[in-house]
């Protein structure tokens, strides 16, 4: 389950679906190496606690949606995304894209160089696109790419094929953007979401790599998705003790396990051809059976689920959504 449900409990961070992370992707635009595309999905359709649908408004007007881009290797903000949304009113949305660079990426507020306005979110099957300049911009509900047996996960990982998110939605930001952009050939990214809560910001959920926020950070999740990965050393030992209990590994080869899965960033060239986790993440990656390996310390090598069969040639890449 990716970052679905990583609230307490499989719930949803602040309690609102629409401030749930699912899935961060990075991959070379098909057919363009000049551009990449940035996935970010949130808002799952259908909860696990409390459990089935959610809210049909496709994002929250009081939040930031960022996507955060770390140049230089030192896990801190360089670039940043930021996306927000006006009030859902009588079934539509419009979306604001801004870009800030230096001191300002890593930190939290709404500036910002706009660069998209007025975006009308998609709450139907038809994808409404966003263009200007070298960017483009979707925003709203598609069909959830990942594919897992959540059920499975649930009965102490005994899996029997039976893909959970086959028939789900999810709200996605997807994001085409020129590679120039992105500062250094290797990059660092993560996804967050940032709630108002009061006078002040407040960051809801974050994360990169799939389904850690999810198995590995214990009593800790509050903490972990709070904070920011150039602290997540203070994670190791966290991890390391999920690690032991549920792989059988050794204190020693625990930790060194938990170090290579922090910080929490997927790393990107946009030179080279995306395939996780050795280079960004493809729609179609199976990023289950790699964590599942890792978590259980080989005993575990697949949920007998494979990629959807709706996915797109062309932007915005994620299939139409089931209901709408």
């Known amino acids: 389950m990716s970052h679905h449900y990583s609230g307490p409990d ?20 098909p057919g363009d190496v000049r551009k990449s595309i940035l ?27 960022e996507l955060k881009i770390d140049t230089d290797g030192d896990a801190v903000a360089n670039i940043a995304y930021r996306v927000r949304f006006s009030s859902y009113k009588g079934g539509l949305q419009t979306a604001r894209l801004s870009r800030v660079e230096g001191a300002q990426a890593a930190g939290t507020g709404d500036s910002g160089q706009i660069i998209i306005e007025g975006a009308p979110v998609s709450t139907a099957r038809e994808a409404r696109l966003t263009e200007a300049g070298d960017y ?18 649930l009965n102490n990982l005994q899996f029997t094929g039976d893909d959970f998110f086959a028939e789900k939605d999810v709200c996605s930001i997807v994001l085409e953007v020129p590679n120039s952009a992105l500062g250094a050939k290797k990059i660092g990214l993560w996804h967050r979401t940032v709630d108002a809560a009061g006078e002040r910001w407040v960051q809801a959920d974050r994360g990169a790599l799939p389904s850690q926020s999810v198995f590995l950070t214990g009593e800790e999740k509050g903490a972990y998705l709070a904070g920011e990965p150039s602290a997540d050393a203070r994670f190791v030992a966290v991890f390391a003790h999920s690690l032991e209990h549920t792989g059988g590994y050794t204190p ?26 050795d ?7 199976d990023v289950t059976d790699v964590f599942l390996a ?10 007998k689920v494979g990629p959807h069969d709706d996915l797109l040639t062309e932007f915005p890449y994620l299939g139409p959504p089931h209901k709408t």
Request: hydrophobic fraction near 35%.
């Open 279 to 285: 280079n960004g993440r493809r729609l179609s990656d």
């Open 252 to 277: 020693e080869e625990a930790t060194r396990v938990a170090r290579t899965l922090l910080p929490d960033i997927l790393l990107y060239d946009p030179s080279r051809p995306a395939s996780y986790p």
């Open 136 to 153: 483009r911009l979707f925003a709203g509900w598609r069909s959830d790419p990942f594919f897992f047996d959540t059920q499975g996960a």
């Open 10 to 29: 499989f719930g949803f961070p602040h309690g609102d679906a629409r401030l749930d992370l699912t899935d961060l992707y990075a991959f070379p635009k």
């Open 294 to 303: 890792t978590l259980t310390d080989g005993k575990v090598t697949g949920d």
């Open 39 to 65: 996935i970010m999905n949130v808002h799952p359709s259908v909860g696990v606690n409390p459990p089935g649908p959610t809210t049909s408004e496709p994002f929250a007007s009081e939040a930031i949606y």
